[in-house]
């Protein structure tokens, strides 16, 4: 049996979290590069199987390729750090100070990394610009327009929506995260990792790094999308939403439910107490 029982998985969470911390800004950087960029992959098929296959469930279906490769890599998303490293100050092992240095490299290495294969995956669509956006390229435009433009044409009611999108986005991704800790074996974790990043894409929800591959992408292709639009109308809200969702629904959730035990002395190690006389 290769099943993890719940209480042993948030222990797992936990020394996740701590092992998570102990990496250097470097190796933040690198590894959060990486899965930037497998995330703007996994987004690239999952627009065009829906689009080659008319049904956007069968994109949905694709995407989490992404995810799990980042998972069993051992590479470092931000979402996923949202859900598990708040633990680690819960178990009194870690500050506050700690936690948003490592989130913050680890969101500038998703940055970094979600832009680059942008860049390349639009030259590869336009023939380096000289043709004009068609198929997957179009589709990447309006989707980026859906997020920013398009929230921003409603005000308050679409700053709310992308943020409550954001929230219940991050509940399922980490939930993917954590459900790869439920097995020993590869294809166990793979099977778990699967049906809550399946969910959250089918669902349409807002994720931040998908965001920081489909928004600037599509400015790149044309998308008539500013800085301003970009960031205020989505990437901030939809990192706070990430960052409640993640931490509240997931991992902190998790952990008052299942919180690891002290681990009491057995009674026969006690000294048996002898009145005095």
Not at 142 to 154: C, F, H, I, S
Not at 183 to 204: D, M
Not at 211 to 234: C, E, H, Q, R
Not at 256 to 262: E, F, G, I, L
Request: glycine share 10%.
């Amino acid at each position: 049996m290769d099943y993890v029982k719940p209480a042993d998985v948030v222990t797992a969470m936990v020394d996740a979290s701590l092992k998570k911390l102990s990496l250097s800004p470097r190796d933040l950087l690198i590894r959060g590069v990486l899965s930037g960029a497998l995330l703007g992959a996994a987004t690239v098929l999952a627009f065009g199987t829906a689009m080659t296959s008319g049904q956007p469930f069968v994109g949905a279906l694709v995407f989490p390729v992404s995810l799990v490769m980042i998972v069993v890599l051992g590479l470092e998303l931000v979402t996923g750090s949202f859900g598990l490293l708040p633990l680690a100050r819960l178990e009194g092992k870690a500050t506050w100070s700690a936690i948003i240095a490592n989130w913050s490299w680890v969101f500038l290495g998703n940055l970094l990394g979600s832009i680059a294969f942008g860049v390349l995956i639009a030259i590869a669509l336009t023939n380096m610009g000289t043709s004009a956006p068609t198929g997957v390229a179009a589709r990447i435009i309006a989707v980026a327009e859906a997020k920013t433009v398009a929230n921003e044409a409603l005000g308050m009611a679409g700053m709310v929506s992308v943020f409550v999108k954001a929230m219940l986005c991050n509940w399922l991704v980490c939930l993917g995260v954590v459900m790869g800790m439920t097995s020993s074996s590869t294809v166990g974790k793979i099977a778990a990792i699967w049906l809550p990043i399946f969910l959250f894409f089918a669902l349409g929800f807002e994720h931040a790094v998908v965001n920081m591959f489909v928004i600037p992408t599509g400015m790149l292709l044309g998308a008539k999308i500013s800085v301003y639009d970009w960031w205020v109308w989505n990437q901030i809200p939809v990192t706070l939403g990430n960052i409640v969702g993640g931490a509240l629904f997931t991992g902190i959730a998790l952990y008052a439910t299942y919180k690891p035990a002290k681990q009491m002395a057995p009674m026969s190690s006690v000294a048996p107490q002898v009145p005095a006389e």
